[in-house]
């Protein structure tokens, strides 16, 4: 990596608030940061063997043939490689990307203006693919299947549709909630690929990687503490592997071992199976303050100062996926781990029936 692509990286994650260390979304610092260590090419990508294989195939028929490949669409959680991938479609095929996303398109035309000037075999990445308006789903679905779009010309009952001929490309949607998309246009896709969360391994291989892409020393043990700690998902891996790097730095010796990796999450409030701050606090509530459950999520959220909208989509799908807590009709219960994971003895109650 050239020094001033390095420097670019530190002075981007300098600024990222400590809150954001464990979730897996990113915003427009955050991909800057993890510009840097993206695989360019699909033998250089990580995990999700099943995807990444089939894809190959889908890719390489395509250059075989000379045509552009189907369209692809990849949904999963956020953080595990769906912007990655589009890159390196565009990239084995040796051709450019386009990049928006869905809310990005507010209106047709804003679609049929980037659909229009897109070049023969050219790659559009379409972003939360699921949040696409109406009218331009619609100009999409024509776009995909035959290449062309309808221009309206006029207004009123004097407006006609002029279609313009569009060459040939792919299009790669990437969504988080894939049970969104219409059927008509989840149908338009000739390939679609679901990307899971990653095994500690697969997490431990990325780490390594990364660290010879910013050229620090990172211990194998730091790197298993690491990876055990990132919640299954290669965008937290990188991001504690930058704050455990500035820790061995400024307060270390430089080198990113076990004891660094260990201390430096212990100051950015990330235990040992990757629960933060919020995460503890939803878990304490509902066990110490409600006995275990069932609770409200709204009654959750302000007993933990924080908005129903934050608990539900932030910290409760990673306590779920964990079994730290259930959802019921009648509200949230803490699980047997729950209580294991506070240290504490679980009382008699409906969330103890549960697990």
């Known amino acids: 990596m050239a020094d001033g692509d390095d ?19 990113a915003d427009d610092v955050e991909r800057a940061a993890e510009a840097a260590l993206r695989p360019r090419t699909l033998d ?27 369209h692809v ?33 507010q209106h047709a035309g804003d679609l049929a203006a980037v659909l229009s000037s897109l070049e023969e075999g050219e790659v559009l990445f379409l972003d939360e693919i699921h949040r696409l308006a109406r009218p331009a789903e619609e100009l999409l679905y024509v776009a995909m299947e035959d290449f062309r779009v309808d221009v309206v010309v006029g207004k009123g009952a004097g407006a006609s549709a002029i279609p313009l001929a569009l060459p040939p490309f792919t299009v790669v949607g990437a969504t988080t909630r894939a049970g969104l998309l219409p ?13 899971d969360f990653y095994e500690t391994h697969e997490l431990e ?18 790197a298993a503490e690491i990876a055990s700690r990132s919640r299954g998902t290669p965008r937290i891996a990188n991001r504690l592997l930058r704050r ?6 400024v307060r270390g010796d430089g080198m990113l071992s076990l004891a660094a990796a260990r201390a430096a999450l212990e100051v950015y409030e990330v235990d040992a199976r990757g629960l933060d701050r919020l995460d503890r606090a939803v878990l304490s509530a509902l066990c110490t303050r409600f006995g275990g459950g069932p609770v409200g999520l709204t009654t959750l959220a302000v007993a933990v100062g924080e908005e129903p909208e934050t608990v539900e ?43």
């Open 7 to 25: 420097l670019d990286l530190d002075v981007a994650t300098e600024r990222l608030p400590a809150e954001s260390l464990v979730r897996s979304g």
């Open 44 to 70: 250089e990508f990580v995990g999700q063997r099943v995807v990444r294989d089939q894809l190959s195939l889908v890719l390489q028929a395509a250059r075989r043939r000379g045509r552009a490949p189907d």
């Open 73 to 105: 669409l990849l949904s999963g959680p956020p953080g595990l490689g769906k912007t990655t991938l589009a890159m390196i479609i565009a990239a084995e095929l040796g051709t450019s990307l386009r990049v928006t996303s869905g809310p990005a398109i």
């Open 183 to 195: 059927a008509p246009l989840r149908d338009r896709f000739g390939f679609t690929g679901h990307l």
């Open 205 to 222: 291989r990325v780490l390594l990687r990364s660290a010879g892409l910013l050229g620090v020393p990172l211990d194998g043990d730091a």
């Open 244 to 249: 455990v790097r500035d820790w061995a730095e």
């Open 313 to 355: 989509t932030v910290a409760e799908p990673f306590l779920v996926r964990e079994g730290l807590i259930g959802r019921t009709p009648r509200g949230r219960v803490a699980l047997p781990g729950a209580w294991e994971h506070l240290g504490l003895d679980p009382l008699p109650g409906p969330g103890t029936l549960f697990g």
